[in-house]
């Protein structure tokens, strides 16, 4: 059992690119923790940092209060699950368990027995007498999460250990790792891609970006997931928890004498619940002025089967619809320039895409209930549920109101969460 | 006319079939004639046109020349010689190539092109250079002075045949063993080693070999009888005035036979490496 503490750490290569920048990062006793980012965000370099594969340029590490910036790898207590296993090649199933223990002298009968009990955790006991050429993806997989439990380490660290496993058998051991945490509740610090993933496995989520010189830091958000769908930090968060991701359009804020805020973006005009508006402490500022306004297709519904107000709808014209079963996706298009700011552009960049696929309009995907029947290409009036719009500052992608991050100590998240 | 694709690509292949058994002949004829003639009495050696089939045929050539002067003591000198050289070539070009690959220290690549300059100088003429070092060393004569000399002259090439092996080995698999508490030792003696198996086969091999084979240094560094080794042994059946071919070539085939148990024996270890089967998928 351990914490994990980050204090201002940096990582600069030898021939001069930041990686990391000012991470600061409180990992709690038995807590899983993910790191989230596309690629290049520093989330792997970060871990590697933990598990002292890379040297710390900048700032401290700490495990168990003990700084450990130059302590070697074997005696940080922790164990490391590699992205493609790494499994020893010669070695069988047993030995590669195994190996950890001899090297620390345990004794045989003791080795036998922690590996057989790893094995039977993870059903892998048949499996011990084979090497790992013999073994399927996901075989290995477990294998290399029986190398990792069987020493009882400290802090289990993961890097991205399920991308190379197929969508199937992913969602799995998504369950599996959960179940494995409740069992061992070892501290856990787990790095992905997958926003999926990240919400599901975490019970908080950091979410990353690479650093750029004006942002010498990676450090976006950290939160539980519930937090971070429902009350994203910037731009970039918004776009990149959450699937399909949430719709961005630019908009107008202004109010009535009778105190109603009022959103107006393209041609419609939707009143605002007051909840969104006390949700962005400071919007009177924005009173006015063009503001980024976000609305996930979840907080959209078939205004014949919401609660919604009439004043909270919104006439479209529907262009594809896709049915789901337990859910119906309706896309349709605004004709209004499309949200494009560094956030959104980096978003794109990480999908393979950039700003031209967006075009000239504002594209739009609700999900509403599948009892209601859309045909393609009809009208259809849509009632937003207004408490959950999301208003961003158009130049800084801020979400207006929001504490930025680095308002948080390390100390303060730690204590924020025990 | 035209020449359709077919046929030209019959034709083709063809032509490649021809290239290889001409290939095939010129490699396996020279050896043919060897086994041949050491079967062969001397009378019919150079009877033309050669025949390519032993009639008569005797094994009187094997007879005297494996019983011959010193023969045995010739086969067990090179056998010391190139065992004990093959072994410390493995060896120190593993742990040499297992350095310039994973381990950073200044100089690592002027080194690593110093050693690769050695194998660029022709051997021959090393033999004087080398004749003055080894005489002042005092490791003329004597079978120690060859396997030094014999590491020496594999170290350059067998090391950066290793380098490549070692670099081909997943960097996570190193990570994975530094976390599980291996020193740097272990690393290559428990990991690394095991799975370039196949790179240190191809060095025992190819060390072996020339160990074996070697003629000119040991021609020069070797006077005494007692320590001939068998290049030198079998050159000496050739005489001026009458050469038992017949006996030479005989005793060249037995002197295959260790070659080809050190082939044997080593070339099912890089048939298949495994270097990469702990990986994903």
Not at chain 1, 280 to 299: C, K, L, N, T, W
Not at chain 2, 140 to 168: A, H, P
Not at chain 2, 191 to 205: N, T, W
Not at chain 2, 241 to 270: C, D, K, M, N, Y
Request: charged content about 20%.
């Amino acid at each position: 059992m351990a914490t994990i503490t980050m204090h201002d750490v940096g990582k600069i290569y030898p021939d001069g690119t930041r990686a990391v920048g000012a991470m600061n990062l409180a990992v709690g006793d038995g807590e899983f923790l993910v790191l989230v980012g596309p690629s290049g965000c520093g989330k792997s370099t970060a871990l590697r940092m933990i598990a002292g594969l890379e040297d710390v340029t900048e700032g401290t590490i700490s495990i168990d209060n003990v700084v450990v910036n130059d302590v070697r790898p074997k005696d940080r207590d922790i164990a490391m699950v590699f992205q493609n296993y790494a499994l020893y090649p010669h070695m069988t199933v047993y030995d590669n368990m195994a190996f950890g223990l001899k090297l620390r002298k345990v004794p045989k009968d003791e080795i036998r027995q922690q590996v057989n009990a790893a094995a039977e955790m993870l059903e892998i006991t048949e499996l011990l007498e084979r090497k790992p050429k013999a073994l399927s993806g996901g075989q290995r997989q477990r294998v290399a999460m029986g190398r990792a439990i069987v020493r009882e380490p400290a802090v289990f660290l993961m890097d991205e250990p399920l991308s190379n496993l197929d969508a199937k058998l992913r969602v799995q051991m998504r369950s599996e790792l959960t179940g494995l945490h409740q069992r061992l509740g070892t501290t856990t610090v787990y790095v992905t891609h997958d926003q999926v993933e990240a919400m599901t496995l975490g019970h908080r989520v950091a979410v990353m970006r690479p650093v750029s010189p004006e942002r010498p830091y990676n450090l976006q958000q950290v939160a539980a997931p519930t937090e971070l769908f429902n009350n994203p930090a910037n731009l970039f968060v918004a776009g990149f928890i959450g699937s399909p991701s949430m719709n961005l359009v630019y908009g107008t804020l202004t109010q009535d004498d009778a105190g109603v805020v009022h959103l107006g973006f393209c041609d419609k005009t939707v009143t605002v619940d007051a909840r969104a508006v006390d949700g962005h402490p400071g919007i009177e500022d924005y009173f006015g002025m063009q503001v980024v306004v976000g609305i996930r297709p979840s907080a959209m519904e078939d205004a014949r089967v919401s609660t919604r107000s009439e004043s909270e709808t919104i006439e479209v014209e529907s262009l594809v619809n896709e049915l789901l079963g337990s859910e119906t996706y309706v896309h349709f298009e605004l004709p209004s320039p499309p949200v494009l700011t560094p956030d959104v552009e980096e978003n794109l960049r990480d999908q393979g895409l950039d700003a031209s696929s967006l075009g000239d309009t504002t594209k739009f995907t609700a999900r509403i209930s599948p009892d209601v029947d859309v045909p393609d290409f009809t009208q259809l009036r849509l009632a937003i549920d207004t408490p959950k719009i999301h208003f961003f500052d158009a130049e800084t992608s801020d979400k207006i109101g929001y504490r930025a991050w680095d308002d948080h100590s390390a100390d303060e998240l730690f204590t924020q969460r025990s | 006319m035209t020449i359709s694709p077919r046929t030209r690509s019959r034709a083709a292949r063809a032509f490649v079939y021809a290239l290889l058994i001409l290939g095939v002949v010129i490699v396996t004829l020279p050896f043919w004639y060897t086994v041949v003639t050491s079967l062969k009495p001397q009378a019919f050696v150079f009877e033309i046109p050669p025949r390519l089939w032993p009639s008569p045929a005797t094994i009187s050539n094997y007879v005297e020349a494996l019983t011959k002067e010193n023969f045995g003591l010739y086969f067990l000198n090179s056998l010391f010689v190139a065992t004990v050289a093959t072994g410390l070539t493995v060896v120190i070009a593993a742990m040499m190539a297992y350095a310039f690959a994973r381990l950073e220290f200044p100089g690592k690549e002027v080194i690593f092109y110093g050693l690769l300059l050695g194998m660029m100088i022709p051997p021959v003429m090393l033999i004087i250079p080398q004749f003055i070092i080894a005489k002042n060393l005092h490791l003329l004569d004597s079978l120690t002075g060859l396997i030094v000399v014999y590491i020496s002259m594999n170290l350059s090439v067998q090391t950066f045949l290793l380098r490549g092996f070692f670099e081909g080995i997943p960097k996570s698999l190193e990570e994975a063993a530094l976390i599980d508490g291996a020193s740097q030792w272990v690393i290559f003696r428990r990991i690394a080693l095991p799975l370039v198996r196949p790179g240190l086969a191809v060095v025992a091999i190819f060390t072996f070999l020339y160990s074996w084979d070697e003629f000119p240094w040991a021609h020069v560094a070797i006077k005494e009888t007692s320590k001939r080794t068998l290049p030198i042994g079998i050159a000496l059946f050739q005489s001026a005035h009458l050469t038992e071919w017949g006996q030479v070539f005989a005793a060249s085939i037995v002197a295959i036979v260790p070659v080809v148990i050190v082939f044997a024996v080593f070339q099912r270890h890089f048939i298949r490496g495994d270097v990469g089967s702990g990986m994903k998928g």
